[in-house]
């Protein structure tokens, strides 16, 4: 049942990792929350290699928020949404900045979902919230374990409701999940925790 126990206003970033399936849920969040949402959100989502265009566009028509893909070391800005460019690995680094690469395939994927969670997971630790969707492989799994075992929230569409539940069941198996979510319940824990930063930006 669908709480807000773990919502603190102590997180600074939220990532999500997904694959087919996950388009859909991750235009329903982009299009949910509040365009002044405060904290920088990745996307690290599983697409064709040599399509380069349309994609950022698709997600953009439906975001509040502009979707952007990142340089190369190009620095963090709140609440920004960068997504990981196609056929390229994306981390995120110490010193608030992100870098790209085109390392071997991760679990058959460039971008790696794993990649991307677990560099996360390594720059923000315990302030880190880590949301994996639907999904046709495990990609994303070890990537949760990582943001759980260094103290950050993770979150996992529900099996019932994913399209392909491989990818939220495998993390599930993987490790101790948090919460298990439907996409409105994500949405509404993600307008729930802009609330109560704002309140907090408000009272300091």
Same mark, same amino acid.
């Given at each position: 049942m669908?709480?807000?126990r ?10 999500i ?7 859909q ?5 982009? $299009?949910?929350?509040?365009? *002044?949402?405060? /904290?920088p ?5 599983? =697409?064709? @290699?040599? !399509?380069?265009?349309?994609?950022v ?7 509040t928020?502009e ?11 709140r ?12 981390s995120?680094?110490l ?13 058959? $994927?460039?971008?790696?979902? *794993?990649i991307? /969670? ?6 923000? =630790?315990? @302030?880190? !919230?880590?949301?994996?969707?639907s ?5 994303g ?22 399209t392909?539940?491989t ?11 948090d919460?298990t ?9 993600l ?8 309140i907090?930006?408000?009272n300091?």
């Amino acid at each position: 049942m669908f709480s807000y126990r773990n919502i603190n206003v102590k997180y600074k970033a939220i990532v999500i990792g997904g694959s087919a399936g996950s388009f859909q849920p991750v235009t329903k969040i982009l $299009s949910s929350i509040p365009k *002044d949402f405060p /904290l920088p959100i990745f996307l690290c989502l599983h =697409r064709l @290699k040599h !399509v380069r265009n349309g994609f950022v566009e698709a997600l953009s028509i439906k975001s509040t928020k502009e979707v952007q893909e990142p340089f190369d070391k190009e620095s963090i800005k709140r609440g920004s949404v960068y997504l990981a460019p196609a056929n390229y690995h994306m981390s995120i680094e110490l010193g608030n900045s992100i870098s790209l690469s085109t390392e071997e395939m991760v679990n058959n $994927s460039r971008p790696s979902i *794993d990649i991307t /969670l677990d560099s996360a997971a390594y720059a923000y =630790r315990d @302030k880190l !919230v880590g949301i994996l969707l639907s999904g046709a492989n495990k990609d994303g799994a070890r990537g949760m374990k990582k943001i759980k075992d260094r103290g950050g929230l993770t979150i996992v569409q529900s099996p019932e409701e994913s399209t392909i539940n491989t990818m939220p069941t495998s993390a599930l198996e993987a490790t101790e999940i948090d919460m298990t979510l439907t996409t409105e319940e994500i949405v509404k824990y993600l307008i729930e925790l802009d609330k109560l930063l704002k309140i907090k930006h408000e009272n300091i």
